[in-house]
Each structure stands twice: as C-alpha cells, then as structure tokens.
Nanobody, 122 residues
Framework: QVQLVESGGGLVQPGGSLRLSCAAS????????MGWYRQAPGKQRELVAT???????NYADTAKGRFTISTDNAKNTVYLQMNSLKPEDTAVYYC????????????????WGQGTQVTVSS
C-alpha cells in the first residue's frame, strides 16, 4: 500500500508565499511523475505543475513565474513553492504520483494525496 501525506497549506495574505510538501510512503517502486493539482469551490480540479522522473517540469499558465515544483527523490517527496500568491490561488491542493506496483514497471497507477487547503486572503 502507498500513502501520500501532504503538509504546508494554510492562510496567507496576497503577495505572500507558501511551500507545500507531499511525501510518499509504503510499497514504492518506480515513480514516473509527481505533480500538484488544485480544486477551488465550484470548479473542476486543475493541473498546477508536474515533474517527470527525468526532471522535466510542466506548469499551468497561472503558475508560471510564481510557482516552482521540485523533488527530493531520496525521500520520495515533491514540493511546491508558491510565491506572489493571489486570492484566485485559493483552493484545495492535491499531490499526485504516477507509480508502478513492481520493479519491472509493467503497470503504472495514479495516487492522490488527501488535499491541503490554501487560502489567500487579507
């Protein structure tokens, strides 16, 4: 079994910063990619940023220039540094891993964190 545990959410003023963390534990084999998504009230879940096992990053236009995704592969952890936060960044943020269930990489599965609330408000 695999668990993803997120931390780092909270309340921040506009223009402030937060750093989200998501650590995977359990039976971990091959990690293909890691990422962050968010869901605001009344809206669909949307991609924020992803990073592949080779370090290739992809950002939503709303995140470019303000957010940075990074990893600590030794700790199976992904981070999201969020700067210059805006009220429209308010949402529940979910981490997402794509991982195999064996060392052969025969099949990959999606794993989601429980979500962490980020509120940007004065």
């Amino acid at each position: 079994q695999v668990q993803l545990v997120e931390s780092g959410g909270g309340l921040v003023q506009p223009g402030g910063s937060l750093r989200l963390s998501c650590a995977a534990s359990g039976r971990i084999f091959i990690i293909n990619s890691m990422g962050w998504y968010r869901q605001a009230p009344g809206k669909q879940r949307e991609l924020v940023a992803t990073i592949s096992s080779r370090g290739t990053t992809n950002y939503a236009d709303t995140a470019k220039g303000r957010f940075t995704i990074s990893t600590d592969n030794a700790k199976n952890t992904v981070y999201l540094q969020m700067n210059s936060l805006k009220p429209e960044d308010t949402a529940v943020y979910y981490c997402h891993f794509v991982m195999s269930n064996d060392w052969y990489g025969s099949r990959f599965y999606d794993y989601w964190g429980q979500g962490t609330q980020v509120t940007v408000s004065s």
